[in-house]
């Protein structure tokens, strides 16, 4: 069993939705969390994090971590065409980006 | 773009042989990791540098190695390849090697081994 399982997907939706996506994990020393957005033949880039448990929210994006339920999720209000992308959840026990550890990523198309 | 540089963008080589890939990190940044994408492994951690030293290692293979220079770009060495090598490969840079969660990714290099 992998440390952090995330739905690969794929997810496809109409623009306008509200996206939901998922990862849950093992490992209880995690403490840092966050959500990477991959476009095709792009490296990853840091869209949110968070530190323990609680609700983060950025624009159109909220990510939430219940380390209760070892469960985080990424939610995308009003998504748009442009959000279409591999979105991978990433934990850490220290915070030291060496030590992420990375979902498998859920593929994301949102259609105009 | 985020600032990390990786050459070459594609590579293709043969089984058994020898690669090396380039990646210049952000300005200022004193660390570099290298992370390797698959489809069926994900994006995993291979190895960090610090300040021209090695900071962490991951799941790098004895055939893998990394070294990061004195101007602070970093190479990473692939050997007597293996079909299953073929994967990206991401270099990242942060600030520090310690306590920066914020890690900027390179485009990658694409390797296929035929």
């Known amino acids: 069993q992998k440390e952090v399982e995330q739905d690969p997907g794929p997810l496809s939706v109409p623009e306008g939705a509200i996206v939901s996506l998922n990862c849950t994990y093992s490992?209880?020393?995690?403490?840092?969390f966050m959500w990477y957005r991959q476009y095709s033949r792009k490296g990853p880039e840091l869209l949110m994090y968070?530190?323990?448990?609680g609700n983060k929210e950025d624009g159109r994006f909220t990510a939430q971590v219940d380390k209760s339920s070892k469960y985080i999720s990424l939610f995308i209000r009003d998504s748009q065409p442009s959000d279409s992308a591999t979105y991978l959840c990433?934990?850490?026990?220290?915070?030291?980006?060496?030590?992420?550890?990375f979902g498998s990523g859920t593929q994301l198309t949102v259609l105009p | 773009d985020s600032g990390v540089t990786q050459t070459p963008k594609h590579l293709i080589t043969a089984t058994g042989q020898r690669v090396t890939l380039r990646c210049s990190p952000r300005?200022?940044?004193?660390?570099v990791y290298w992370y390797q994408q698959s489809l069926d492994q994900g994006l995993q951690f291979l190895i960090q540098?610090?300040?021209?030293?090695?900071?962490a290692k991951g799941n790098i293979l004895e055939r893998f190695s990394a070294q990061q220079f004195p101007d602070l770009h970093s190479e990473l060495n692939l050997s007597s390849l293996e079909l299953g090598d073929s994967a990206l490969y991401f270099c990242?840079?942060?600030?520090?090697?310690?306590?920066?969660?914020?890690?900027?990714f390179g485009q990658g290099t694409r390797l296929t081994v035929v």
């Open positions: 990433a934990m850490s026990v220290s915070g030291s980006a060496r030590q992420l550890t």
């Open positions: 540098y610090y300040n021209g030293e090695e900071r």
């Open positions: 490992n209880s020393a995690f403490q840092y």
């Open positions: 300005s200022g940044d004193l660390s």
């Open positions: 968070t530190y323990s448990s």
């Open positions: 990242a840079s942060s600030v520090d090697g310690f306590s920066s969660t914020e890690a900027f």
